[in-house]
């Protein structure tokens, strides 16, 4: 029998009661106020319209949602910046990483460490100080996770590489919610 629509209300309810609870991040569901703009991108053609939408404020945010997701039979997609959306998301749950933006250059190492919303721009601004540049694409907006994952094939790769070729090191939430290195 179909599921009464005031209940599946409710327990709509419940369940973002339930991750609101759990996150250090906002929530937000299509009737709030933040809702359009925790979806917004730069690639304005993808109009996303998840169920829920998850701000993270960390990884521990990202691998909580992540399982809050499974138990809750919802897919899964995450934005950066938006400038590589790959289509609209349609329901689900997006998982929104604009709020990590943590930057660290190690000049000894010749190493950065970043949090997943950075944007190339933040990575050459802490760089430069040191006689360091990042191997970024062509756009300093574009983010450093994103663009990395499809590679990273910049203006300089002919003479340093990939950016995929120099990752040392990744701290990645997988699909069962588990954080690891
Ligand atoms: C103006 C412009 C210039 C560009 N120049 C170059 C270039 O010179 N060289 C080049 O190689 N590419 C270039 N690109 C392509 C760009 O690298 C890709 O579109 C990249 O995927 C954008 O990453 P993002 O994080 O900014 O975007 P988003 O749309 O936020 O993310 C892109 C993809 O990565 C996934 N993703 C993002 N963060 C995570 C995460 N933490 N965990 C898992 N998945 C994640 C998203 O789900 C999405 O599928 C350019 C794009 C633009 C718009």
């Not at 419940?14 to 106020?33: I, K």
């Amino acid at each position: 029998m179909t599921e009464p629509m005031i209940t599946q209300m409710a327990r709509a309810n419940s369940q973002r009661s339930t991750l609101e609870a759990a996150l250090h991040g906002d929530v937000f569901t299509p009737d709030d106020d933040g809702y359009r703009g925790s979806c917004a991108g730069f690639n304005l053609a993808a109009a996303h319209r998840p169920d829920v939408v998850v701000a993270a404020a960390g990884a521990v945010d990202v691998a909580t949602a992540i399982r809050y997701a499974a138990d809750a039979d919802l897919t899964v997609r995450v934005q950066a910046t938006g400038h590589g959306p790959g289509g609209p998301v349609d329901g689900g749950m997006l998982v929104n990483t604009r709020a990590l933006q943590r930057v660290s250059v190690d000049p000894e190492r010749r190493t950065a460490h970043v949090a997943a919303g950075v944007r190339w721009t933040d990575v050459i601004q802490a760089a430069a100080p040191h006689g360091l540049a990042p191997l970024n694409g062509s756009s300093v907006t574009v983010g450093v996770v994103g663009y990395t994952l499809g590679g990273g094939m910049g203006p300089m790769a002919r003479t340093f590489g990939f950016a995929a070729d120099h990752v040392r090191r990744i701290e990645m939430v997988t699909a069962t919610g588990d954080l690891v290195r």
